[in-house]
């Protein structure tokens, strides 16, 4: 099932800012390696994350890097990607440098609504269908967006739709129309949504759905339930030490059951939250539901998200035949 | 430990800024609510909260109009509390309303599509009129104390820029580029003026198509008519974001990336002559400041033993010793970003509750370990 995910050229991770939306993209560019596909994480809005999870130094804006064989990533920029693109459409290099140093020009890209947007948006698309000139294959198997906080997320994917409305003829609303298509097309995209289990993700998963599901006619990948409690001794086991180290004689000895249980009661705590929003997530999200546990560590890096790799394998094996059974 | 309370003494507002998914829409609300609690007049700003903070602060349904969209909301003590959310295409228009020199004016600009575009959507537009609407509350002059929760942006640091990015965006000589003579005189005249703009101009005509650049055009040639008064908004939201009655709170968890961002967003706000006057840790884990061997696994379990645990004695003591290895690493942390700090900035830990914490009881839990006087 995970399989068919990596046969997409262009997975989408969206969610609420830190839910971890960066480490499920890494996780998952990890596996389609693995799957043997040529992948690329593109990050936007020089936010870093992802080369950093990876453990590379940050990157340059438009700046694209090997970490290891067939494992990229890639620093979109909204305004070198503009560059970029006029660069192609204009191939004259003397005029071209007068364009981008001249004031207007600067002034235009920083002020022109959604430009930005629409110009890292059909980067995506460029980098998700890009051919090699010598070869003829195709640069990449896979490219994995690791997008920015919902809000944004929704206006990037928002903006092909607006710019092929709003400029009705002309060359943007053409290219408009084919990063649309790729962006609606389900044999090669999926838009994934991570979230953890609590209030505020949850609504904006719920919400995200109906925006870019329902609204913009999307097609769903899976949703990422991450860094799920689940405590592994029941109520009464924390009842029970709490009653019976009250009655102990050595101070030190109470006094660190009483933390022992006060952290009990806060795994406890969060397992509760957690399951009461899963079966919401559940109830009112039709995507299939990958579950992560939370990992407790001191620091959070790649060998973290290798193991959430390998969560999200199993996870996924596990959805794949219970469907095929039921 | 300094907690905010000399912060909330001293400051007339305070503005808490912060990455997105830390924790700042409920850090903003605890310290309004402590703060009307003591009995100040209080208003809190807030950008987009939880459901179920929204409906404790009684703001369901609110499209907060520009100094009118306040709620009250029911405490106990002398002072109160009334909440605002941020409307942002309303703060638009409202701007654009005071500011038009004429009712003709004012109807061009509030009808053009580019206008529309740009009062919703244009980065930075949200950011900067959670300043212009905490500008309006203060000059208003209605409250003891103002808390502004900033909007959730990837960086923080947008919240700052914006106001400089809009009227860099409305300056006067970029508006008379773009006014003339092209855009008047028709792109045709522009053309023979200057034949490498040109090329790009009809670069530009093919991609857009002309339509859409002279909804533009239309655009500044109406804000011309604006972009004094707007100027001098602009620098007026600098003088009260750099006043001395002004504290910045920043709001964050001891994740790594979450403190790069923070140690970013110090700089600049050093940069710009503003003050950060504390720092909120929140969803901290605690470490276990028992003597001896308190963390080792064997004594844990002999001791859990000890007191019938039974079967789950393992997994408690491995719960402990997890939450003990993520505190040490919060410890950390935190430690490193504490010595880049100023010695006048106040630090507060929240600890990682075991709750979403939506509503007045929920807000109040948080107070001990934000103001000295409340634990």
Known sequence: ?326 | MKTLDSVLDRHQVIVCAGSGGVGKTTTAAAIALYGAQRGARTVVLTIDPARRLADALGLHEVSGEMGGGERQIPISGKGSLSALMLDQKGAWDALVERLAPSAEVRDRILGNRFYQHLSQSFAGSQEYMAVEQLCQLHDDGNYDLIVVDTPPTQHALDFLEAPQRIADFLDKNVIKWFVKPYFSAGWATFRFVNRTAGVVFRKLEEATGVAALSEVSEFFHAMGGLFEGFEERVRRVYRLLRAPETAFVLVASPEEQVLREAEHFCRTVAELHMSLRAVVFNRVHTGYSGNGHGADREHLESLLARVQAGAAAAALAENFLRVEEEARGDMVRMESFRRGLGKNVAVAEVPNFAADLHDMAGLAQMHPHLFTAAA
């Not at chain 1, 099932?1 to 991770?13: H, Q, S």
């Open chain 1, 1 to 326: 099932m995970i399989r068919e995910l990596f046969d997409r050229r262009l997975l989408v991770v969206a969610g609420k800012g830190g839910v971890g939306k960066t480490t499920v993209a890494c996780a998952l560019a990890l596996e389609a390696v693995r799957a043997g596909k040529r992948t690329v994480v593109a990050e936007v809005d020089g936010s870093g994350r992802a080369a950093a999870l990876l453990g590379a130094e940050p990157l340059a804006a438009g700046e694209s890097r090997e970490l290891r064989p067939n494992l990229h990533v890639l620093a979109i920029d909204g305004k070198a990607s503009l560059q970029e693109y006029l660069g192609m459409v204009i191939p004259i290099k003397r005029l071209l440098d007068a364009v981008f140093s001249s004031r207007i020009y600067n002034y235009f890209v920083a002020a022109a609504p959604g430009l930005k947007e629409l110009m890292t948006i059909g980067k995506i698309w460029y980098e998700a269908e890009r051919v090699d000139d010598t070869t003829g294959e195709r640069r990449w198997d896979l490219v994995i967006l690791d997008a920015p906080a919902t809000g944004h997320s929704v206006q990037y994917l928002r903006m092909p739709q607006a710019a092929h409305d709003a400029f009705g003829a002309g060359l943007v609303a053409r290219e408009s129309r084919r990063v649309l298509d790729l962006l609606r097309d389900p044999e090669r995209t999926a838009i994934n949504v991570v979230t953890t289990a609590e209030e505020m993700p949850v609504n904006e998963t719920i919400e995200m759905q109906e925006q870019i599901f329902d609204e913009l006619q999307m097609p769903p990948g899976f949703l990422f339930a991450n860094q799920l409690h689940r405590a592994e001794f029941a109520r009464s086991d924390v009842e029970r030490v709490k009653a019976a180290a009250a009655k102990l004689r050595a101070r030190e000895d109470r006094s660190l059951l009483r933390e022992v249980v006060r952290r009990a009661q806060g795994e406890l705590g969060w397992a509760e939250i957690n399951a009461s929003y899963l079966a919401r997530l559940r109830r009112e999200v039709d995507l299939p539901l990958v579950e992560i546990p939370h990992l407790f560590a001191e620091e959070f890096g790649l060998e973290q998200v290798r193991e959430i790799a390998g969560h999200i394998a199993h996870a996924a094996a596990s959805l794949a035949s219970k469907r095929s059974a039921g």
